[in-house]
Structure formats: structure tokens, C-alpha cells
């Protein structure tokens, strides 16, 4: 068995490379379908993203090589693989492995420790599960990297600081009034940026936004977007009054507030304070708002170097999560090990039994006297004993397993108990593979956690 990921993302795929590997959701199903389908492929799943495309398989060792996704990946999306090919990666084994846990824990992200990408692996998981294209090895894989993701943001915190502009100026604003309800949110401006705004401001509870632009429809279109209130530009000064919060982004060439206009708008408010954030180049607001009483100001740069400030925390934070994927990468192995140690103790148990089927066998022909009774209690003690017997080198043999000289112990025992013929497998027909085992593992969220169901 070999694990295997080949894909494309972010960093190694301009966007106008990865739109042409997007999967609709509805299609992914099928794509899914015709991947464990393909040569060599015994289980698969597809985690497919804005920033991301990869195609996690289990394949055959002997007859596997990488251009068997990539001739997947060429057929599926309808592209010749000489055009995508200088923008793939391929991970192998560990590495594969290493990789899959990153993506999970938010490493590999485009923002360090986000957490969509962890529900996005889970999701792709459970699909690839109710499409029977997992098996033993996948189903333990992707409970054990969504299982380290929950741990690693649960125990380091990894994603709680803000590392953008826009929800940087939000989080901020929280430090000064503890909450927006209540408050009132002034967006100068109807770009990007203040879009971006808007949305985090009304994903922390702000209820009462009001937007001005300097073409109104534009306001309008943004105000729709999050129940506010458009304005016009002329409505400036009365709006100023009124605001508690203040988020400037337009496209302006120079100043668009002076000191003067904020100490107007201060006197019909003395007792209440104003937060104003000017995330504009060229700014927007003059530095010297900055001197009114009962005004914090912030400008971009100020934003960016909390920005700054949150990536080194998570930085740090990051290093331990990577300390708990070697140590999860490591349990993998050891069970991957302990897989081998079944069909061995399985074939010592049978030969045992067919030498004590003949041996009762031959004892009731030499001793035809003996009564059923008898001939039970004989039955029973011998059994038992072969079991006394079996039971130290089994339990051995399991605990040398996982370990570092695993296969060699495995080895040893094998040759030791003549099991060679015993444990050999029937060579599978020629252009067939085996099935993906049933999917008996069904790994439902359970309050927060993945379980076994």
C-alpha cells in the first residue's frame, strides 16, 4: 500500500490556473467516483477549494506512478496535462501524510491557522466515505488529521487573533466599546475593503450601519447587502454627528476630514466617544484628528502592524501544532504496523486448530473405548493447552510490531510457526483490483468532536 496526494494551490497556481480545477459541489460526488475507478487507485478522496485542488489516493505499490492521477486529473477537467503540469506537487507516504495534517490544521492556508479548511477535509472525508472510496487506511488517516486539527486550535489558540486589515480595525473597535450593539457604524466609502468591513462588522453584531459614497447607488448597493442605510455625500456632517464608529476607505487623492470637521461633530456628542479607523492610501483622515478629546484615531499602518503583531503569535502557535502531527504521524504508524500482526495470529490460530482436529481424530482411532465424555474432556484440555501455549508469542508478537524492527519480528515469527504457506495470499486475477473495504466507520460531528459512530 502506498499513500499518495497530487494537487494544486495557492502558492503554486496562479487563480487563473486553479478556476479551471474548481468541482462544482454537485459534481463532486462523480468525481469521486470515477478517481476509484481509475488504475492503480484502491481509495481516494478529493479536497477541492478556492485555493486548492488535491487528490488523496491509496494505490497499489507495484503498478503505481503519479502520472496515473495526473492522467485522472487530465481526463476529468478536459486539459492537457502539458498545461497544468509545471503547477503540481506530488507528496508520497509520510510526506503525503505530513501535508494532509497541515491542510487540516490551517499550516498550509493562505492565512496561517484559519479554520475553514478543517471543515472543508472533513466534508471532503465523509463524501469520499458515503461514496464507498475510502478504506481501512483512509478512514483512520482523515479522523486522525481532523481529530489533531480540533486539538491544535482548541490548545493553542492558533486562529483567535486577527490577521487582516479589515477584521483587525473590527477587533479593535471591540477593545473600546466591548460590543457594537447599539452602536452607530459610519463606512465612508463602498469598495472592497469597506464591503470586507461591513460584513465582519455585522458578523460581531453591529445593527445600525450607515454608508456614504460619493455616487450613491454605489452606497446603496453596499447598504442593501447588510440592512444599512445609504447616504449621500452631502449628508456628511450630520452623519459624523451621530456615529460612534467610524471606517473610512475611499479612493480619494487626498484628505477628505479635517480636524476642524471632527471637532464640529464632537461638540453635538462631548460625552460620547468616537473610534475611527482610516484603512485608505492615500489616507482619508487627517493625523491630526488624532488631538480631539474623546477621538482615537488608527490608520492602516497602525492596523497592519497588529496584523504583524497576531501572525508572529501565530507563528509561534504553530510550531506546537506541528510538534502534535509528528507525534500523531508516529501513532499512524504504529497502527499501520499492528495491521500486519492479524492475518499472522490468525494463521497460527488455524494451523493449531487443524493440528488438534487431527489429533483428536487420530486419538479416536487408537483409543475407540473412550466415551463421548471422555473423549469431551480430552478435547477440552488439549485445547486449552494449545491455547496456554500460543498466548506468549502472541502477545509478543503484537507488542514487537508497531515498533521500529516490526516487520523483521513479523518475519521471525512467521518463519519460526511455518506459517509461509498459511499466511500466503491467492494472487489477485489479472486487471483486477481489490474493493474498498465497507465503509463500517461513519464519522459524525458529535458535540464538536469526531467520533466513531
Not at 452606497?219 to 451621530?242: C, D, H, M
Not at 469431551?376 to 508478537?397: A, D, F, Y
Request: glycine share 6%; with cysteine; proline share 5%.
Amino acid at each position: 500500500m502506498h499513500i499518495v496526494v497530487v494537487g494544486l494551490n495557492y502558492r503554486t497556481a496562479p487563480v487563473e490556473v486553479r478556476e479551471r480545477f474548481t468541482i462544482a459541489p454537485e459534481r463532486l460526488p462523480q468525481a469521486v467516483r470515477e478517481m476509484k475507478r481509475w488504475k492503480s487507485v484502491l481509495e481516494c478522496v478529493i479536497v477541492a477549494t478556492c485555493n486548492r485542488t488535491e487528490l488523496y489516493a491509496v494505490v497499489d505499490r507495484d503498478s503505481f506512478c503519479p502520472q496515473h492521477v495526473r492522467n485522472f486529473m487530465a481526463s476529468w477537467f478536459g486539459i492537457a496535462k502539458e498545461e497544468f503540469a509545471p503547477y503540481l506537487y506530488t507528496y508520497e507516504d509520510d510526506e503525503a501524510k505530513r501535508h494532509l495534517f497541515k491542510v487540516a490544521c490551517g499550516l498550509d492556508s493562505m492565512v496561517l491557522g484559519e479554520t475553514q479548511i478543517l471543515g472543508q477535509v472533513r466534508d471532503a472525508f465523509l463524501l469520499a466515505q458515503q461514496e464507498r472510496a475510502t478504506g481501512t487506511l483512509f478512514n483512520m488517516l482523515f479522523k486522525q488529521a481532523v481529530t489533531v486539527a480540533k486539538k491544535g486550535h482548541a490548545e493553542t489558540g492558533i486562529g483567535e487573533n486577527a490577521v487582516s486589515v479589515s477584521y483587525a480595525a473590527i477587533e479593535l473597535g471591540k477593545r473600546i466599546f466591548g460590543s457594537y450593539r447599539n452602536k452607530n457604524v459610519l463606512i465612508i466609502g463602498a469598495g472592497k475593503m469597506s464591503e470586507l468591513t461591513a460584513k465582519h462588522l455585522s458578523a460581531s453584531g453591529a445593527e445600525r450601519i450607515s454608508v456614504t459614497n460619493r455616487t450613491l447607488e454605489r452606497a446603496e448597493e453596499l447598504a442593501v447587502k447588510f440592512g444599512g442605510q445609504a447616504y449621500s455625500f452631502e449628508a456628511l456632517p450630520a452623519l459624523l454627528s451621530a456615529a460612534d464608529v467610524v471606517i473610512s476607505s475611499t479612493g480619494s487623492n487626498g484628505t477628505i476630514l479635517s480636524k476642524r470637521d471632527i471637532e464640529a461633530a464632537m461638540k453635538d456628542r462631548p460625552s460620547k466617544p468616537m473610534f475611527m479607523i482610516d484603512i485608505a492610501v492615500p489616507r482619508d483622515l487627517a493625523p491630526d484628528i488624532h488631538d480631539v478629546p474623546n477621538v482615537y484615531l488608527y490608520d492602516i499602518d497602525d492596523l497592519e502592524g497588529i496584523v504583524e503583531a497576531n501572525m508572529e503569535q501565530r507563528r509561534k502557535q504553530s510550531s506546537r501544532i506541528e510538534a502534535m502531527i509528528e507525534a500523531e504521524l508516529g501513532a499512524f504508524e504504529q497502527w499501520y504496523r499492528s495491521l500486519g500482526v492479524g492475518p499472522v495470529i490468525r494463521a497460527l490460530q488455524e494451523k493449531a486448530k487443524d493440528v488438534h482436529l487431527e489429533t483428536m481424530e487420530s486419538m479416536r482411532n487408537k483409543l475407540p473405548d473412550l466415551t463421548e465424555r471422555e473423549l469431551k474432556i480430552i478435547h477440552k484440555l488439549t485445547k486449552s493447552m494449545l491455547n496456554q501455549m500460543m498466548h506468549e508469542p502472541i502477545q509478543r508478537v503484537k507488542e514487537m510490531a508497531p515498533g521500529r524492527h516490526g516487520d523483521e519480528a513479523l518475519a521471525y515469527f512467521t518463519k519460526l510457526f511455518a506459517l509461509e504457506e498459511a499466511n500466503r495470499v491467492p494472487p489477485e486475477p489479472k486487471g483486477e483490483k481489490p474493493a474498498s473495504e465497507p465503509t463500517e466507520e461513519r464519522l459524525p460531528l458529535q458535540h464538536g468532536s469526531l467520533s466513531l459512530a
